[in-house]
């Protein structure tokens, strides 16, 4: 069973971020509660990109508010949160895109200074 955690755990390990990513979100949105709360429970590795962790906090998260169970507490730990102040745009996101993503972003990822597209975590 993937998780949060092996996510970040392979992505440290060279393998894409966005792909692993997309691959836990499938597995995710097929499994039952107990196993969703099994893939969401233990915290992410500390990663290169700042970015990344405060990203998979507000993923599980998202998934838990959206599925109706308490998040897990580590995403409310600090470094679950993109240092230094300044907002990270997702897909490198300028002019509009990026009043776009302001308005549009969940308010997980709000939380976390990070701003993406409403549907960032659709899978299709």
Not at 77 to 91: A, Q, R, T, V
Request: charged share 25%; glycine share 6%; aromatic share 12%.
């Amino acid at each position: 069973m993937d998780s949060i955690h092996r996510v970040s755990h392979r992505a440290n390990s060279g393998e894409d971020f966005y792909l692993l990513l997309g691959d836990f979100l499938d597995e995710f949105y097929k499994a039952v509660t107990p196993e969703r709360l099994e893939m969401l429970r233990e915290p992410p590795e500390r990663m290169e990109a700042p970015e990344l962790v405060p990203f998979l906090a507000a993923t599980a998260h998202k998934l838990s508010n959206d599925c109706g169970f308490a998040p897990p507490r580590w995403v409310f730990d600090s470094h679950c949160y993109l240092p230094g102040g300044e907002p990270h745009f997702g897909c490198g996101a300028k002019g509009n895109l990026r009043l776009l993503f302001l308005y549009k972003s969940p308010p997980e990822f709000k939380h976390r200074n990070l701003f993406v597209d409403e549907n960032v975590l659709v899978r299709v």
